[in-house]
């Protein structure tokens, strides 16, 4: 028995790549049976990231707690089969470029036709509608166009630059495991389903919005104000690198006795909130120079003694022995069958009364 609060819900997953699949896993491991269909040649995930005995720690890490089935979405003979399923689900997922489903006879209408409660969600890159409508997309066109490339800009001598992360992907995912609940929860009103639209531009758009694009929120206002990136960039320590933050006074001055620089504050030109404003350029080179001679055990042990806005830069490989994820149990092992121990994260979200089970494995290739 499935366990979590979306415990009897039931997904069909059409989706490939990311944004689709990452939504589905999300909803599974709060407690929702996902079928996951993929066609005989299997998804393109398959052939991404590293791999053990031919199976990839990109797939699997997306599609964790599902069912498979393996169809061929035009054979007309698989058609009842489709059918069925689509009768079966509360909601299904699929992130096609527009007009595919509805070639395929998977469209909206063609399933809300057979199971009118269906929640349907379909994701595209950038709509199904506009100039662009019709391109294939991947992460990188969306960082491009969204603005969140040129953001990267001010840490890279001025070069637009990709954040070395598919976050568009995944925060669309987000997004489309958020708006299907809600979905879900109007239908438990209404009795109805309805057609979800999500383009993953809109969600890169509306999460990049708040500090990414600030500038643009009342046009032509704070200008003179820096982009948010400015504000916050690593800084070199004498074994690594620390991030280091300060927006009120009283945040500044327990960052300056994490450091090793209690004095700092009591400098004229820092002795009041208006002054270390004015002056916070001095401030900042004053904390840099300090942290460049300080082992990062050492800042660590500052930030968490003062309680100040810091911390280490961890390399992929120390995030999993990190003090605070160990404690948090956040990196799981688990089996996955056909490639032995697997790490995975635990879901991020804690219910009290309907707690979620741990990681469970990513189905098999064709089973």
Same mark, same amino acid.
């Given at each position: 028995?499935?366990?979590?609060?979306?415990?009897?819900?039931?997904?069909?997953?059409?989706?490939?790549?990311?944004?689709?699949?990452?939504?589905?896993?999300?909803?599974?491991?709060?407690?929702?049976?996902?079928?996951?269909?993929?066609?005989?040649?299997?998804?393109?995930?398959?052939?991404?990231?590293?791999?053990?005995?031919?199976?990839?720690?990109?797939?699997?890490?997306?599609?964790?707690?599902?069912?498979?089935?393996?169809?061929?979405?035009?054979?007309?003979?698989?058609?009842?089969?489709?059918?069925?399923?689509?009768?079966?689900?509360?909601?299904?997922?699929?992130?096609?470029?527009?007009?595919?489903?509805?070639?395929?006879?998977?469209?909206?209408?063609?399933?809300?036709?057979?199971?009118?409660?269906?929640?349907?969600?379909?994701?595209?890159?950038?709509?199904?509608?506009?100039?662009?409508?019709?391109?294939?997309?991947?992460?990188?066109?969306?960082?491009?166009?969204?603005?969140? @490339? *040129?953001?990267?800009?001010? +840490?890279?001598?001025? /070069? =637009?630059?990709?954040?070395? !992360?598919?976050? #568009?992907?995944?925060?669309?995912?987000?997004?489309?495991?958020?708006?299907?609940?809600?979905?879900?929860?109007?239908?438990?009103?209404?009795?109805?389903?309805?057609?979800?639209?999500?383009?993953?531009?809109?969600?890169?758009?509306?999460?990049?919005?708040?500090?990414?694009?600030?500038?643009?929120?009342?046009?032509?206002?704070? @200008? *003179?104000?820096?982009?948010? +990136?400015?504000?916050? /960039? =690593?800084?070199?320590?004498? !074994?690594?690198? #620390?991030?280091?933050?300060?927006?009120?006074?009283?945040?500044?001055?327990?960052?300056?006795?994490?450091?090793?620089?209690?004095?700092?504050?009591?400098?004229?030109?820092?002795?009041?909130?208006?002054?270390?404003?004015?002056?916070?350029?001095?401030?900042?080179?004053?904390?840099?120079?300090?942290?460049?001679?300080?082992?990062? @055990? *050492?800042?660590?042990?500052?930030?968490?003694?003062?309680?100040?806005?810091?911390?280490?830069?961890?390399?992929?490989?120390?995030?999993?022995?990190?003090?605070?994820?160990?404690?948090?149990?956040?990196?799981?092992?688990?089996?996955?069958?056909?490639?032995?121990?697997?790490?995975?994260?635990?879901?991020?979200?804690?219910?009290?009364?309907?707690?979620?089970?741990?990681?469970?494995?990513?189905?098999?290739?064709?089973?």
């Amino acid at each position: 028995m499935s366990q979590g609060p979306l415990a009897g819900v039931k997904i069909v997953d059409f989706g490939q790549i990311v944004s689709a699949p990452m939504a589905a896993m999300w909803l599974a491991e709060q407690g929702a049976e996902v079928v996951k269909v993929e066609p005989p040649s299997g998804d393109p995930l398959h052939l991404s990231g590293p791999s053990v005995e031919g199976y990839s720690a990109f797939y699997a890490s997306v599609n964790r707690a599902k069912r498979l089935e393996t169809l061929d979405l035009a054979d007309e003979t698989n058609r009842p089969r489709l059918m069925e399923l689509i009768g079966w689900a509360d909601i299904l997922l699929q992130n096609f470029r527009p007009g595919v489903a509805d070639r395929l006879g998977l469209g909206w209408k063609q399933a809300s036709a057979h199971n009118p409660r269906l929640i349907y969600c379909s994701i595209s890159g950038f709509g199904p509608d506009g100039p662009y409508a019709g391109q294939r997309v991947y992460d990188m066109a969306v960082q491009a166009v969204s603005g969140m @490339a *040129d953001a990267q800009s001010i +840490a890279s001598g001025g /070069r =637009p630059t990709l954040m070395a !992360d598919i976050v #568009v992907d995944k925060v669309t995912a987000l997004t489309a495991a958020q708006a299907v609940t809600a979905a879900l929860y109007e239908r438990e009103r209404s009795g109805r389903g309805q057609h979800i639209e999500l383009a993953m531009l809109d969600a890169a758009l509306a999460f990049h919005w708040p500090d990414g694009l600030w500038h643009e929120t009342f046009p032509g206002v704070g @200008a *003179d104000y820096p982009p948010y +990136a400015r504000l916050n /960039r =690593p800084v070199p320590a004498k !074994d690594g690198a #620390v991030i280091l933050g300060a927006m009120q006074y009283k945040e500044a001055q327990a960052l300056a006795r994490a450091v090793g620089m209690p004095q700092l504050m009591e400098e004229e030109r820092f002795s009041t909130l208006e002054k270390w404003r004015a002056n916070g350029g001095d401030f900042w080179r004053a904390l840099k120079a300090k942290v460049a001679e300080t082992p990062v @055990a *050492d800042l660590r042990e500052g930030f968490i003694r003062e309680e100040a806005i810091g911390a280490v830069i961890n390399p992929a490989a120390a995030v999993p022995n990190d003090p605070q994820v160990r404690h948090r149990e956040l990196v799981q092992t688990i089996d996955q069958p056909g490639c032995g121990p697997m790490r995975a994260p635990r879901h991020p979200a804690r219910f009290g009364r309907t707690p979620v089970a741990g990681p469970k494995p990513a189905p098999c290739r064709h089973e």
